[in-house]
RNA sequence: CGGGAUGUAGCCUAGUGGCUAAGGCGCCUGCUUUGGGAGCAGGAGAUCGGAGGUUCGAAUCCUCUCAUCCCGACCA
């Protein structure tokens, strides 16, 4: 039998694209840093799409849908916002086989066209707070890509709200950092340390970043969810005011905040193994797959058999039954742990004599053989216990990947030979942060929420001098 | 954009100047099979990434070019 995975201890990329590729999640397209992404991969995104989008009306949010393509002026309204993202931005310059007279910016984010729109919106304090989503493709310039993780066209969605206090707007970005952490940890069993970004980490034009970051396997972190607060960035570039129940003249406050088809990426190396993917039930396109195993003499039977028992799962789960007599069943147990399918029923003349059914746990391996009538209860609650167990099973791992450390002798080793979190006081300048990206590529990923006052009286790991923070650093994606 | 590597059938690989480019996987047809990636027989599928050059003769040598992957600098 050809290894068509190469095992993660091997090579980690390599074991990765191979994942991506052998589950046809997606697939390199002819535009360098481009990928199609396959139905497997897209079912999960629309799971993924589905649950968040109910989450983002539950908060009150529309969706609403703006252009692509942003006139290249608008980009340069906000100084930082047009500094970060110009490097990365394709531009048109012809159309209708015509030079156009301004060139037009395929959007990197949709900030700049939202907030032209946003002025003719708002008016009054009754117009707020405008709170809407748009799901859509973006496009940046990337020079190295890696499928799903980072290519120059990715799918996302982006929140952008307006709001007549600063308050509000702040309350609003912490709102959707939660719902995204939520999100994280209850579909995609994924656990999250969640803080706020270093000045040099944050989002171009942002006052405040704020993000969720998940751990890998190969102890890299990963960016999974960012939600930022503008201030009144956007609205002062774009001149977007109201006026007050007291009859002043004010500047909206806004926030963004966003999720990619990254966190397909995230779902994959944060659970799967050398057989292939590994998913949540919750995200799981398909569920449950029932396998009949037949000889010639027995195939009628055992497929009808196994079609009661098929049926007897309910509509309420997403289930299919391969009856194909081509491939073996042992071709098919391996092909549907590859596409990471969390249960698998099996069914042979043996049990169907026996009136039974094995099932199989796609996360452990774990077989077991139940009566064909407490099938159905019993695949329910195996799902939900592989849900709890997956997300069990990486907050385990994120903390045995969390060091806490004093000194930079410490967060050198660690971060050179264990790799993972590493936590540690930090006086809040810019230059300590540098020094310990140049010495050991890692980068603050978070700041946590309320980290001032543990720092207090604490020195600085890097520097010696007084700590302002408790950071949170690690090589990342 | 720097450093490294690789381009031969859908995929993986052999072939380092000489006959009609070889094998495995996959694919198609038929039969036989089916409890962890089955077996037999037959079959289709390649102008060897592209262009130019050297040579009696090029997948193989030279020049240029394109693409992809890996490692760095930049980023969700």
Same mark, same amino acid.
């Given at each position: 039998?050809?290894?068509r995975?190469?095992?993660?201890?091997?090579?980690?990329s390599?074991w990765?694209?191979?994942?991506?590729?052998?589950?046809?999640?997606?697939?390199?397209? $002819?535009?360098?840093?481009? &990928? @199609?992404?396959?139905p497997?991969?897209?079912?999960?995104?629309?799971r &993924?799409?589905?649950a968040?989008?109910?989450?983002f009306?539950?908060?009150?949010?529309?969706?609403?849908?703006? #252009?692509?393509?942003?006139?290249?002026s608008f980009l340069k309204?906000?100084?930082? *916002?047009?500094e970060?993202?110009? #490097?990365?931005?394709?531009?048109?310059?012809?159309?209708?086989?015509?030079?156009?007279?301004e060139?037009?910016?395929?959007? $990197?984010?949709?900030?700049?066209?939202?907030w032209?729109?946003?002025?003719?919106?708002?008016?009054?304090?009754?117009d707020?707070p405008l709170?809407?989503? !748009?799901?859509?493709?973006v496009?940046?310039?990337e020079?190295r890509?890696?499928?799903?993780?980072?290519?120059t066209?990715?799918?996302?969605?982006?929140g952008?709200?307006?709001?007549?206090?600063?308050k509000e707007?702040?309350?609003e970005?912490?709102?959707m950092l939660e719902?995204y952490r939520?999100?994280?940890?209850?579909?995609m069993?994924?656990?999250?340390?969640?803080?706020?970004? +270093?000045?040099s980490?944050?989002f171009?034009?942002? @006052?405040?970043?704020y993000?969720?970051?998940?751990m890998? !396997?190969?102890?890299?972190?990963? !960016?999974a969810g960012?939600? *930022?607060?503008?201030?009144?960035?956007?609205?002062?570039?774009?001149?977007v005011?109201?006026?007050s129940?007291?009859?002043?003249?004010e500047? @909206?406050?806004a926030?963004?905040?966003?999720?990619?088809?990254?966190?397909i990426?995230a779902?994959?190396m944060a659970?799967?193994?050398?057989?292939?993917?590994?998913?949540?039930p919750?995200?799981?396109p398909t !569920?449950v797959?029932?396998? $009949?195993?037949?000889?010639?003499?027995?195939?009628?039977q055992?497929i009808?058999?196994?079609?009661r028992?098929?049926a007897?799962?309910g509509?309420?789960?997403?289930?299919v039954?391969?009856?194909?007599?081509?491939?073996? #069943?042992?071709?098919?147990? +391996?092909e549907?742990?590859m596409v990471?399918v #969390?249960v698998?029923?099996?069914?042979?003349?043996?049990? &169907?004599?026996?009136?039974?059914?094995?099932?199989?746990? /796609?996360?452990?391996?774990?077989k +077991?053989t139940?009566?064909?009538?407490?099938?159905?209860?019993?695949?329910?609650?195996l799902?939900d216990?592989i849900?709890?167990?997956?997300?069990?099973?990486?907050?385990?791992f994120q903390?045995?990947?969390t *060091?806490?450390?004093?000194?930079?002798?410490? &967060?050198?080793?660690?971060?050179?030979?264990?790799?993972?979190?590493?936590?540690? $006081?930090?006086?809040?300048?810019p230059e +300590?942060?540098? /020094?310990?990206?140049?010495d050991?590529?890692a980068?603050?990923r978070?700041l946590?929420?309320g980290?001032?006052e543990?720092?207090?009286g604490k020195?600085?790991?890097i520097?010696?001098?007084?700590?302002?923070?408790i950071?949170?650093?690690?090589?990342?994606y």
């Open positions: 039998m050809a290894q995975i190469t095992p993660r201890s091997k090579n980690y390599d990765y694209v191979d994942i991506v590729l052998n589950a046809k999640l997606a697939d390199y397209s $002819p535009v360098k840093g481009t &990928m @199609v992404i396959r497997r991969g897209y079912a999960l995104w629309e &993924m799409q589905s968040l989008d109910a989450m009306k539950a908060t009150g949010h529309e969706n609403a849908y703006f #252009p692509l393509l942003i006139p290249e309204k906000e100084a930082e *916002h047009v970060g993202f110009a #490097p990365e931005c394709a531009v048109v310059t012809h159309g209708g086989g015509e030079e156009l007279d060139p037009l910016v395929i959007r $990197p984010t949709s900030e700049t066209i939202i032209s729109m946003y002025k003719k919106w708002i008016q009054s304090y009754r707020l709170l809407i989503n !748009q799901w859509a493709n496009v940046r310039w020079k890509t890696r499928l799903f993780l980072r290519t066209e990715f799918l996302w969605q982006e952008h709200t307006a709001h007549a206090t600063e707007a702040r309350e970005a912490l709102r719902v939520t999100f994280a940890e209850e579909y069993a994924l656990p999250v340390y969640t803080g706020v970004k +270093s000045e980490e944050k171009a034009g942002a @006052v405040d970043t993000a969720i970051e998940a890998m !396997q190969d102890r890299k972190a990963l !960016q960012t939600s *930022h607060f503008l201030g009144q960035n956007f609205a002062k570039a774009f001149d005011t109201f006026q129940q007291e009859s002043t003249l500047h @909206v406050w926030t963004s905040w966003g999720v990619s088809t990254r966190l990426g779902l994959i659970h799967s193994d050398d057989s292939g993917l590994v998913l949540p919750k995200l799981a !569920q797959v029932v396998i $009949p195993i037949f000889k010639n003499d027995t195939k009628d055992v009808e058999f196994t079609r028992v098929h007897s799962l509509k309420d789960l997403r289930t039954i391969d009856e194909d007599d081509k491939n073996s #069943p042992g071709w098919k147990f +391996s549907w742990e990471g #969390p698998r029923v099996e069914i042979g003349p043996r049990d &169907m004599e026996r009136g039974q059914a094995v099932l199989v746990r /796609r996360d452990t391996g774990e +077991s139940v009566p064909v009538a407490e099938v159905a209860g019993r695949v329910h609650s799902l216990e849900q709890t167990s997956l997300f069990r099973k990486a907050k385990a903390t045995e990947c *060091h806490e450390v004093d000194t930079y002798e410490d &967060m050198k080793r660690v971060l050179e030979n264990e790799g993972g979190f590493v936590v540690a $006081p930090w006086d809040g300048s +300590s942060e540098a /020094r310990v990206k140049e050991t590529k980068t603050i978070v946590p929420f980290n001032e543990k720092a207090k020195t600085c790991a520097s010696g001098k007084p700590a302002k923070h950071a949170v650093f690690a090589k990342s």
